[in-house]
């Protein structure tokens, strides 16, 4: 009502400037267009309003029902299994891990709810993520029925992930004052020198992303990869590499995701790098010296580089040569 | 410098006067005449080529080779260097990064095909030269000890040391050196690549077989195919920024951009060597063209007619100089 007015607002102690505007074609086009305002924003019960101290609660159950179900839907399931991912605050963490740590919307931006890139999802991947909120049962005749926002994928692209995950996970003094482990600590930049990596930059939507790998369909629960439940666990590995690598072993799952750049562990790798790279310089130094030389040398051939009769062949630059005295 | 080339052309009018050795400078072949070395100053020469040096075989394979390296280059290098501002620019050329990487794996799969091609083509020319008996391994890529010799004379002759250049077979020290390189660098290549394209297959195979071979402790933590495998990342892109480099810096301007060749060359696309480059860099192959094309030998002969009838009137017979005291002595130092 008031929200549509564009320049509805105000400005705080601080002189910041608060735009309180919604815009309604936005709004409508996106993923929460049939939820009312009131579903989420619970605490407002009179217009206008008193001033705003609660946020919204995702968990909250609108007044959405979803299609063969009794309840009203909510995104409890989901937060559920968030918090008991490695993200989820836990009591034990210092005070400034629970600061540091994201919840619903640092990730769920509201402007993400807009369809962004669309492309078509596989169908037994979207079921599976059907399960992540709606109940088993029916679900299945349901998607048949009708055409959900599932089927296209408007969430962010491979490499709009990764950068999300950057944007904690590169931080090497927050990741060093959580006091996370040293592999992680430079996580995403080995990953980018991955190929999944170069190849998500480039903008790839087959090479792996941090979620392909980190969490299962259920997409937030990424755990740490001495957790049981983790897909990065050691016996969860294979089956998570499965998703795309046809035949893995053992052996395969033992090949770094995450290349180091300078393998100190591997002497022979490393001390190869070394030798490479010395090889390329002489190589190419050499030989490029050799050729500078040897026009150098030719020259007292009576060689030039001049074009004359559109060559510089001999016999033709100079046709009176063979009568020269 | 200009003076030495002065006394070169000096040497033409007036044979064996001033010069240091003459057996050195003269070549003396039956039915031809004696050759003074740096006759190819003085010879006509067609750019498209007047002596065979490549079969058709070897154009076509260089072509394919030249193609898919292009495509591979294009396609691979802003892979490798993904973060690079015109990464992105490449890749969307081709049309997104999957079927840049396809591209990739065709090209490779082609450029593959050719290297076979050529080994079918190589083994096959020379078994059917052991059998009729024209098989030379001087004629072919195979390393020498002369190559080095060859190399310390050319430098010399750079210098200013020595007084020509040496007289070298087909294939010269650049050329093998550069044929090893390339067999090097495919191996490296195609292994490196297949690892990469494969990894599930060759963590299969390399534990079961080289990974027994190796005691654990010279890799460390990691297991064989990860070693491998990071291996085959390093040397992969490696190897293929050697190549380019080579191919771009070296390669290219040896044969299209330097003095004499520029501003190209024709004998990739024809076969066909010019007469003067292959007396210059290639005098011995030039010996064997001789002995083998009649036309060549007529050419020659004339030729030298020619230029001594020309450039010395005074003498009078013309066959007097080709049984000169220093021919006899460059006789038996000629080599077919």
């Known amino acids: 009502m008031c929200h549509k007015h564009r320049l509805i607002g105000r400005i705080d102690e601080n002189g910041k400037r608060w735009n309180y505007n919604v815009d309604e074609a936005i709004y409508n086009h996106s993923v929460h267009r049939k939820i009312e305002c009131r579903d989420c924003h619970t605490y407002i019960t009179k217009i206008p309003h008193d001033p705003v101290t609660e946020v919204v609660n995702c968990a909250n159950q609108c007044h959405i029902k979803p299609p063969f179900a009794?309840?009203?839907?909510?995104?409890?399931?989901?937060?559920?299994?968030?918090?008991?991912?490695?993200?989820?605050?836990?009591?034990?963490?210092?005070?400034?891990?629970?600061?540091?740590?994201?919840?619903?919307?640092?990730?769920?931006?509201?402007?993400?709810?807009?369809?962004?890139?669309?492309?078509?999802?596989?169908?037994?991947?979207?079921?599976?993520?059907?399960?992540?909120?709606?109940?088993?049962?029916?679900?299945?005749?349901?998607?048949?029925?009708?055409?959900?926002?599932?089927?296209?994928?408007?969430?962010?692209?491979?490499?709009?992930?990764?950068?999300?995950?950057?944007?904690?996970?590169?931080?090497?003094?927050?990741?060093?004052?959580?006091?996370?482990?040293?592999?992680?600590q430079d996580a995403v930049e080995t990953y980018n020198q991955s190929i999944h990596g170069k190849l998500v930059r480039l903008g790839s939507q087959k090479a792996a992303n941090c979620i392909s790998c980190h969490a299962s369909s259920g997409l937030h629960d990424i755990n740490k990869k001495d957790d049981k439940r983790a897909t990065i666990y050691k016996e969860n590995l294979m089956k998570t590499c499965q998703q795309c690598h046809a035949t893995p072993t053992n052996w395969f799952a033992g090949i770094a995701v995450h290349p180091k750049a300078e393998h100190k562990e591997s002497r022979i790798v490393f001390f190869m790098s070394i030798f490479l790279r010395l090889s390329l310089y002489g190589a190419v130094l050499s030989m490029v010296g050799l050729m500078l030389f040897e026009t150098f040398g030719r020259r007292r051939d009576g060689i030039k580089l001049v074009l004359r009769n559109g060559t510089t062949w001999r016999g033709q630059s100079k046709p009176g040569s063979k009568k020269a005295k | 410098m200009a003076t030495s080339s002065e006394t070169v052309s000096e040497t033409i009018a007036i044979p064996a006067k001033g010069k240091a050795r003459s057996d050195e400078y003269f070549t003396y072949v039956e039915g031809v005449g004696s050759i003074p070395r740096d006759i190819y100053k003085h010879v006509q020469s067609d750019p498209l080529g007047d002596l065979p040096r490549y079969s058709v075989h070897i154009v076509i394979q260089h072509l394919l080779i030249f193609i898919t390296f292009m495509f591979l280059v294009a396609t691979?290098?802003?892979?490798?260097?993904?973060?690079?501002?015109?990464?992105?620019?490449?890749?969307?050329?081709?049309?997104?990064?999957?079927?840049?990487?396809?591209?990739?794996r065709i090209a490779g799969f082609t450029m593959m095909f050719a290297a076979a091609y050529h080994v079918v083509t190589i083994v096959g020319g020379t078994l059917r030269k052991i059998f009729s008996h024209e098989f030379d391994y001087k004629r072919t890529q195979i390393p020498r000890l002369k190559d080095l010799y060859d190399l310390v004379h050319d430098l010399k002759y750079f210098l200013g040391i020595a007084p020509y250049r040496p007289k070298m077979e087909k294939f010269m020290y650049k050329q093998k050196l550069h044929y090893l390189a390339i067999i090097w660098g495919s191996l490296v290549l195609i292994a490196a690549g297949s690892a990469l394209l494969f990894p599930?297959?060759?963590?299969?195979?390399?534990?079961?077989?080289?990974?027994?071979?190796?005691?654990?402790?010279?890799?460390?933590?990691?297991?064989?195919s990860a070693f491998f495998q990071s291996l085959a990342r390093l040397m992969h892109a490696d190897e293929a920024v050697m190549a380019l480099i080579v191919v771009a810096f070296w390669h290219w301007s040896n044969v299209h951009l330097v003095p004499g060749r520029f501003p190209m060359q024709w004998t990739f696309l024809t076969g066909r060597i010019t007469r003067e480059h292959q007396i210059e860099e290639h005098f011995l192959e030039y010996l064997n063209n001789l002995r083998e094309i009649p036309e060549e030998r007529e050419y020659m002969r004339n030729l030298l007619t020619e230029l001594e009838i020309e450039s010395s009137p005074e003498v009078p017979p013309p066959d007097r100089q080709a049984s000169s005291p220093q021919q006899e002595e460059a006789g038996p130092e000629d080599k077919p």
């Not at chain 2, 990464?87 to 591209?103: E, N």
């Open chain 2, 76 to 104: 691979g290098l802003p892979i490798y260097f993904s973060d690079v501002f015109w990464a992105p620019a490449v890749i969307s050329f081709f049309g997104g990064i999957d079927t840049a990487r396809l591209i990739h």
């Open chain 2, 200 to 224: 599930d297959l060759m963590a299969r195979l390399i534990p079961g077989t080289l990974g027994k071979l190796l005691p654990q402790g010279l890799i460390g933590e990691e297991s064989y």
């Open chain 1, 70 to 184: 009794q309840e009203k839907f909510s995104h409890q399931k989901i937060i559920d299994l968030y918090n008991q991912s490695a993200h989820g605050i836990k009591p034990t963490d210092s005070e400034a891990l629970k600061q540091a740590k994201p919840y619903c919307k640092y990730c769920h931006s509201n402007p993400l709810y807009f369809r962004i890139s669309e492309e078509r999802v596989a169908y037994g991947e979207t079921l599976r993520r059907c399960f992540n909120c709606h109940p088993q049962s029916g679900v299945i005749q349901a998607y048949i029925h009708m055409t959900h926002r599932l089927r296209k994928k408007t969430s962010r692209s491979s490499k709009e992930i990764v950068e999300l995950c950057a944007k904690c996970h590169q931080d090497t003094a927050l990741m060093k004052k959580l006091k996370v482990s040293a592999t992680a």
